[in-house]
């Protein structure tokens, strides 16, 4: 019998995550204050985050200690199982070898209570009584639901409108934790009334709930606000999920050419492929990395590299970082974990220097690949995955096609169980291929008057 699941003890949850920092050879540029374009310190960070994830974010070690009681939470899913993809093989008639990291084994089922239960930890060894969030699909918004739940916490969560109504389970399971969540943009907030006052049926995005979310955070001293990708404190946790796949694909007898995970700020991407990228630095390896991004939100493949706003409302640093422009608000497409403006600075600035790739995706294509990844292995994937996966199987064609064996490895970041309704709409048409006209993005990025980057 063919061997298809590849695990680890639980003794074999790493101790340490992987800062990529370190390895850089040209570490990021520094956020800037907005108003002076001066760097930014540590303390101008200390009203939104915890001091121990400001040093996380701000920290060039090479390994970061996991803390004992986050590794035991860890415990309740991981070490997440690896498997080799089989069935997927043999509808593609691919001499590639494929296989997936799964994390939808998560009690959210995402990667997401990866960085959200040491989030919600070192809060909570600072005090905090509160935390404010955004979440695009609601993957993140009930990852850090439950992280708050164990450690006592009150969570509010502003959820992207879109998602809000498209994906009413997920609301149901923050609420399960004890969370409150709210359909962004609302009247809560200044950033909120103003874009509905522009726009009174906004769909929201995850920029419009990332202001609404940092406005409510200020307003209390016991209330922090979390972040469930883009900075480097939340990529560094998810590496965990990396350094978990390097021993399994040993225990496989294999190790990737490719691996491949989707994009929306970085964490996902991060998680997978930064400790694969660390072997290329240290071991002088050339395993491909490719973020894969919808083409209704593609920053990395047709953004700009340019100091830009996290959020549609001007209350974050100004970051360094791929952007389709701070008041880009993306189609409604399905996939609302993907919906976001901008790339995280890590992953952009190991972009520019060529260090990965980045590839777009239709909305038709992703679905195509998740319901064919369904059929053969037997999982749905979250509307997020489907990118990924539709990235496998355009490498995978190309090894049938050059008559090259590869070993392809990609994130299975979660299912999709409490996404079907964006499978109903697949399977009744409603789904059309969108793609971002060249005139759109320009008038986005003209909006733009932040600093400019040299080339």
Request: proline share 7%; with cysteine.
């Given at each position: 019998?063919?061997?298809?699941?590849?695990?680890?003890?639980?003794?074999?949850?790493?101790?340490?995550?992987?800062?990529?920092?370190?390895?850089?050879?040209?570490?990021?540029?520094?956020?800037?204050?907005?108003?002076?374009?001066?760097?930014?310190?540590?303390?101008?960070?200390?009203?939104?985050?915890?001091?121990a994830l400001i040093e996380q974010e701000m920290s060039a070690d090479k390994w970061i200690s996991i803390p004992e009681e986050v590794r035991d939470l860890y415990s309740l899913w991981r070490p997440t199982p690896l498997y080799r993809a089989y069935g997927l093989e043999k509808a593609l008639d691919?001499?590639?070898?494929?296989?997936?990291?799964?994390?939808?084994?998560?009690?959210?089922?995402?990667?997401?209570?990866?960085?959200?239960?040491?989030?919600?930890?070192?809060?909570?060894?600072?005090?905090?009584?509160?935390?404010?969030?955004?979440?695009?699909?609601?993957?993140?918004?009930?990852?850090?639901?439950?992280?708050?739940?164990?450690?006592?916490?009150?969570?509010?969560?502003?959820?992207?409108?879109?998602?809000?109504?498209?994906?009413?389970?997920?609301?149901?399971?923050?609420?399960?934790?004890?969370a409150n969540v709210y359909a962004s943009p609302t009247n809560l907030t200044e950033a909120g009334r103003k874009i509905l006052a522009q726009d009174p049926d906004s769909p929201g995005s995850l920029g419009i709930a990332i202001s609404e979310a940092v406005e409510m955070a200020a307003q209390r001293?016991?209330?922090?606000?979390?972040?469930?990708?883009?900075?480097?404190?939340?990529?560094?946790?998810?590496?965990?999920?990396?350094?978990?796949?390097?021993?399994?694909?040993?225990?496989?007898?294999?190790?990737?050419?490719?691996?491949?995970?989707?994009?929306?700020?970085?964490?996902?991407?991060?998680?997978?492929?930064?400790?694969?990228?660390?072997?290329?630095?240290?071991?002088?390896?050339?395993?491909?990395?490719?973020?894969?991004?919808?083409?209704?939100?593609?920053?990395?493949?047709?953004?700009?590299?340019?100091?830009?706003?996290?959020?549609?409302?001007?209350?974050?640093?100004?970051?360094?970082?791929y952007t389709l422009g701070h008041d880009f608000v993306p189609a409604p497409i399905h996939a609302g974990g993907l919906r976001y403006h901008g790339a995280g600075v890590i992953v952009s600035q190991l972009l520019r220097d060529n260090l990965i790739e980045a590839v777009a995706h239709d909305n038709?294509?992703?679905?195509?690949?998740?319901?064919?990844?369904?059929?053969?292995?037997?999982?749905?994937?979250?509307?997020?995955?489907?990118?990924?996966?539709?990235?496998?199987?355009?490498?995978?064609?190309?090894?049938?096609?050059?008559?090259?064996?590869?070993?392809?490895?990609?994130?299975?970041?979660?299912?999709?169980?409490?996404?079907?309704?964006?499978?109903?709409?697949?399977?009744?048409?409603?789904?059309?291929?969108?793609?971002?006209?060249?005139?759109?993005?320009?008038?986005?990025?003209?909006?733009?008057?932040?600093?400019?980057?040299?080339?």
């Amino acid at each position: 019998m063919k061997q298809r699941k590849f695990t680890l003890e639980e003794n074999e949850i790493p101790e340490n995550w992987y800062n990529i920092v370190a390895d850089m050879p040209n570490k990021p540029l520094p956020p800037l204050h907005p108003g002076t374009l001066e760097p930014l310190g540590p303390e101008a960070l200390e009203p939104l985050f915890p001091k121990a994830l400001i040093e996380q974010e701000m920290s060039a070690d090479k390994w970061i200690s996991i803390p004992e009681e986050v590794r035991d939470l860890y415990s309740l899913w991981r070490p997440t199982p690896l498997y080799r993809a089989y069935g997927l093989e043999k509808a593609l008639d691919t001499p590639a070898k494929i296989y997936y990291k799964y994390e939808g084994v998560s009690p959210s089922g995402s990667h997401k209570p990866n960085t959200a239960v040491p989030q919600a930890y070192y809060n909570k060894m600072e005090g905090v009584k509160r935390i404010t969030t955004e979440t695009g699909a609601g993957q993140w918004g009930s990852a850090l639901s439950f992280a708050c739940q164990h450690f006592g916490l009150e969570c509010d969560v502003y959820m992207v409108k879109l998602s809000y109504h498209h994906k009413p389970y997920r609301k149901s399971m923050m609420n399960a934790w004890g969370a409150n969540v709210y359909a962004s943009p609302t009247n809560l907030t200044e950033a909120g009334r103003k874009i509905l006052a522009q726009d009174p049926d906004s769909p929201g995005s995850l920029g419009i709930a990332i202001s609404e979310a940092v406005e409510m955070a200020a307003q209390r001293e016991d209330t922090k606000y979390a972040l469930g990708s883009v900075l480097n404190h939340v990529k560094l946790h998810q590496t965990i999920i990396g350094q978990e796949a390097i021993k399994q694909m040993e225990k496989a007898g294999d190790m990737p050419d490719i691996v491949i995970a989707p994009f929306g700020g970085g964490s996902n991407f991060a998680g997978l492929a930064f400790p694969f990228l660390r072997l290329n630095f240290e071991e002088s390896r050339n395993i491909r990395c490719i973020a894969s991004e919808p083409t209704s939100c593609p920053k990395l493949t047709r953004g700009v590299f340019r100091y830009d706003f996290g959020d549609t409302g001007g209350m974050t640093p100004l970051l360094p970082m791929y952007t389709l422009g701070h008041d880009f608000v993306p189609a409604p497409i399905h996939a609302g974990g993907l919906r976001y403006h901008g790339a995280g600075v890590i992953v952009s600035q190991l972009l520019r220097d060529n260090l990965i790739e980045a590839v777009a995706h239709d909305n038709v294509e992703v679905f195509e690949a998740g319901v064919l990844f369904a059929k053969t292995e037997g999982i749905i994937p979250a509307p997020e995955a489907t990118h990924g996966i539709a990235t496998v199987i355009a490498e995978a064609e190309k090894c049938k096609k050059e008559g090259k064996s590869k070993t392809i490895l990609f994130n299975l970041c979660g299912h999709g169980n409490f996404d079907m309704k964006a499978y109903d709409d697949y399977f009744d048409g409603k789904i059309v291929k969108h793609e971002l006209s060249q005139e759109e993005i320009n008038a986005s990025i003209a909006k733009l008057n932040t600093p400019e980057i040299p080339s």
